[in-house]
């Protein structure tokens, strides 16, 4: 069955950095756009960053432009988020999506993992 799974999430600094990744199986990994969902206490979920099938294109929510790098390894059929010079407001739960199509609005992209949790705090 479809599976996406989260990890990598954790407590780190101002300043620090992790890289969350989400394994996928149970669908053709290469014919879905897949990306990063958030959503922090209190908070409606908002999309991070997506990349198209190929990976020949990506989105980013202007909050982490410039920060985070989604990436994808069709070999290992995982998709990947560096996360770089972290701050307290992206404290959240990190879900990821797969969907067919990669628009910088995320509305295409369906959450299916159970999410991974990034503290961000001194």
């Known amino acids: 069955q479809l599976q996406l799974v989260e990890s990598g999430g954790g407590l780190v600094q101002p300043g620090g950095s992790l890289r969350l990744s989400c394994a996928a199986s149970?669908?053709?990994?290469?014919?879905?756009?897949v990306g990063w969902f958030r959503q922090a206490p209190g908070k409606e979920r908002e999309g991070v960053s997506c990349?198209?099938?190929?990976?020949?294109?990506?989105n980013y929510v202007d909050s982490v432009k410039g920060r985070f790098t989604i990436s994808r390894d069709s070999a290992n059929n995982t998709v990947y988020l560096q996360m770089n010079n972290l701050k307290p407001e992206d404290t959240a739960t990190y879900y990821c999506?797969?969907?067919?199509?990669?628009?910088?609005?995320?509305?295409?992209?369906?959450?299916w993992g159970r999410g991974t949790l990034v503290t961000v705090s001194s």
């Open positions: 999506a797969k969907g067919p199509f990669c628009f910088s609005d995320f509305k295409y992209l369906e959450v």
């Open positions: 149970g669908f053709t990994f290469d014919y879905y756009a």
């Open positions: 990349i198209s099938n190929s990976g020949g294109s990506a």
